[in-house]
């Protein structure tokens, strides 16, 4: 594993590959690795991209991967694929729909199963990410699974998030429904040469003047309602001002400008204070979902299987309430809440 990591440090392909299927299928190894690489990751610019399926996710992290290779900047993908039921593997594979960027050394490629993640994030994405950044990739583009309304965990791991719309889906209200525009920093109506386009661009942007109108400025992740003077509402310095961009990807059409705004977008951040803030909940929502993973897996080791289930059955026959339940697990594995 050591020289593994080592190999990982300065980059090598293989080494990164090998690492990842060993983090991905063991926990004992994803600890390790990370424990190891921690103090070399931070740097990369994490760029979630998420929205409905038919939008051309696919098309435009091909197309947003290009143009950030002209700067020299290597850019590590994760695809998060449906799972198999059968298997647990990704349906779909990162070759399939970027067969045209495996040539390109500067750019590493990987498919995750989502596993039945309900938010489109596969369990270990979040190790792969700091795999890949430890490993010298500046940018990260993380595309989740296209089931469109349960994609928000994304803002919890990305610095941008790109919610991604395509003209005649039908799906504005739904979108909003779900929340998933609270979590966008950059909106991008895809497939901008089909007819209804401009109606796209236009509601998407009478939703967002909605939800400054009613104070909602915190949009990655949480929606805080907060009072608004005229004055905060025109001080563009402190928030930033959620944009509209539409695109074509299969023949590039607008995806430098794309690119553009999304490194103004990681400036803004950097300049305001709001990097470190939004790494700080990302590493709070981490270590709170690692506890739970861990006293979980304390309680399984703890109390026998037969002991959990007797319980599971006395709530199901009403016999006990579920609080009551948990306090005889704690009771059993000697925590005091």
Same mark, same amino acid.
């Given at each position: ?6 190999? +990982?440090?300065?980059?090598?392909? $293989? ?5 990842? *299927? ?7 190894? %994803? ?9 070399? *990751? ?23 991967? @290009? ?11 994760? &695809? ?47 190790? +792969? ?8 990739? =500046?940018?990260?583009?993380? =595309?989740?699974?296209? &089931?469109?309304?349960? =994609? ?8 941008? *998030? ?35 386009? /401009? $109606? ?18 915190? #949009? #990655? ?9 005229? @004055? /905060? ?15 074509? %990807? ?17 400036? #803004? ?10 790494? @700080? %909940? ?14 979980? &897996? ?8 037969? =002991? ?7 709530? %199901?026959?009403?016999?006990? /309430?579920?609080?009551?339940? +948990? ?11």
């Amino acid at each position: 594993m050591n020289a593994l990591i080592e190999q +990982v440090r300065i980059g090598r392909r $293989r080494a990164i590959a090998q690492l990842i *299927t060993q983090i991905e299928n063991n926990d004992t190894a %994803a600890r390790s690795a990370i424990k190891a690489l921690y103090s070399d *990751t931070g740097k990369a610019h994490i760029i979630g991209i998420t929205g409905p399926p038919g939008t051309g996710k696919s098309t435009l992290v091909n197309g947003i991967a @290009k143009v950030i290779r002209k700067s020299d900047l290597r850019v590590g993908i994760i &695809a998060v694929d449906p799972s198999s039921p059968f298997t647990g593997g990704a349906l779909l594979g990162d070759r399939v729909r970027m067969r045209d960027l495996s040539g390109d050394v500067g750019i590493f490629i990987r498919s995750m199963a989502s596993r039945g993640s309900l938010g489109g994030l596969a369990r270990m994405t979040g190790n +792969v990410v700091k795999l890949l950044d430890a490993a010298g990739y =500046e940018v990260i583009l993380v =595309e989740t699974v296209g &089931a469109g309304q349960a =994609e928000v965990d994304i803002a919890s791991t990305a610095h941008t *998030t790109m919610v991604v719309e395509a003209p005649g889906m039908g799906d504005e209200i739904q979108t909003i429904k779900a929340g998933i525009l609270e979590i966008a920093d950059l909106l991008v109506v895809n497939k901008a040469d089909r007819p209804g386009s /401009d $109606r796209t661009v236009k509601a998407l942007k009478a939703m967002l003047q909605m939800g400054q109108s009613r104070g909602y400025v915190d #949009h #990655h992740g949480k929606k805080i309602s907060v009072k608004m003077s005229e @004055k /905060d509402r025109s001080d563009s310095s402190e928030h930033w001002q959620v944009p509209v961009l539409d695109t074509v %990807a299969t023949d590039g059409k607008g995806i430098e400008e794309l690119v553009e705004v999304t490194f103004a977008h990681k400036t #803004h951040l950097q300049k305001s204070g709001q990097w470190f803030q939004r790494e @700080k %909940a990302r590493c709070r929502q981490e270590i709170g979902q690692l506890l739970q993973t861990r006293y979980l &897996a304390e309680i399984r080791a703890r109390v026998p299987t037969t =002991e959990r289930e007797k319980l599971i059955v006395a709530v %199901a026959e009403r016999r006990i /309430d579920p609080y009551s339940a +948990v306090d005889e697990l704690f009771a059993q594995t000697n925590y005091r809440d």
